[in-house]
């Protein structure tokens, strides 16, 4: 008697651990416009008064960017992953009863009766999947620095070019103020004879001219603001009468050896084929592990 109910205090206190372990839900409130209010405030809080450096565009990048943000977030996702080491298969808990059938005498036996069992790999299948895991998380990694590269190249051309374009519409400017004061000397030289009308007219096409370059310089103006914009996640509206600076031209004197092992060592679609190799790899290890059988423990 005593035997039965130690058997059954030991099946009552496996279920109660087995159940304690499981994990429960809990479900996230979502609320759309808080949140773009709240990202919008906390943007425009980060955002220069007046100057607006290459390094400040490229710190509201880093902070704003969606593109950024979400693979951010993906490789987080990975690396929390790759953190958990593979646990071994959940064990299997069991409740039905047991029929005992007599062919001699047609008798019978009901019973009732609790199963519990494990499973364990023999082979390198948890070791194999942890380092697939590990792959997956500095494949997400890599992709990150990839495409944060290749947003930094554009963030360049564009902050560059809405500067150029800045400085050029302040030449133009001061180039309609001359001719605005040529052109006002040219018709009171006109009307004491000394310059014909030809001269005047002249002018006046010189100034529709430069109206029609200044609006295809504004127009570029604003394309590169608006990509600029886009970039760093900043209303153009905030952006338009920022002071910007001039970056430096580089000067590139490296040896065809040199570019070569840096094209080998930073191209993006060589590292993406490369992790892609090792990806295949590690799946293929991985198969190759399962072909090992699980040893199962029961009682």
């Not at 409130?29 to 943007?43: C, S």
């Not at 002249?202 to 608006?226: N, S, V, Y």
């Not at 790899?281 to 040893?295: I, M, T």
Request: proline share 4%; hydrophobic share 40%; glycine share 2%.
């Amino acid at each position: 008697m005593k035997k039965i109910v130690t058997y059954k205090a030991f099946f009552a206190f496996a279920i109660i651990l087995l159940l304690a372990s499981c994990q429960s839900y809990k479900a996230m409130l979502l609320e759309p416009e808080k949140i773009l209010e709240d990202l919008k405030k906390e943007r425009e809080s980060h955002v220069p008064q007046k100057h607006l450096s290459f390094s400040d565009a490229a710190k509201l990048m880093k902070q704003n960017n969606l593109k950024l943000k979400r693979l951010l977030q993906s490789y987080k996702g990975y690396q929390k992953v790759a953190e958990l080491k593979t646990p071994l298969s959940n064990p299997r808990l069991g409740f039905a009863p047991e029929f005992n059938i007599s062919l001699s005498d047609f008798a019978s036996q009901t019973k009732s009766f609790v199963s519990l069992g494990f499973s364990i790999p023999l082979g390198p299948r948890l070791r194999r999947s942890n380092e697939l895991k590990h792959l997956a998380a500095l494949k997400a990694y890599n992709e990150q620095v990839i495409i944060h590269r290749e947003l930094y190249f554009k963030l360049t051309k564009s902050y560059v070019g809405f500067s150029q374009a800045k400085t050029l519409l302040k030449v133009q400017d001061s180039i309609s103020q001359v001719l605005k004061v040529h052109h006002k000397a040219s018709k009171k030289m006109q009307q004491l004879g000394s310059v014909t009308k030809l001269s005047v007219n002249a002018i006046e096409l010189q100034q529709m001219e430069l109206k029609l370059e200044q609006l295809e310089q504004e127009i570029k103006m604003r394309d590169e603001l608006g990509v600029l914009s886009q970039l760093i996640v900043v209303s153009s509206d905030l952006l338009a009468d920022k002071k910007v600076d001039d970056l430096p031209t580089p000067e590139i004197s490296h040896k065809l050896d040199y570019l070569k092992k840096i094209i080998i060592k930073n191209n993006p679609i060589l590292a993406r084929s490369e992790m892609d190799f090792h990806i295949s790899d590690a799946k293929l290890r991985l198969e190759l592990a399962k072909q090992y059988p699980d040893l199962k423990i029961g009682f």
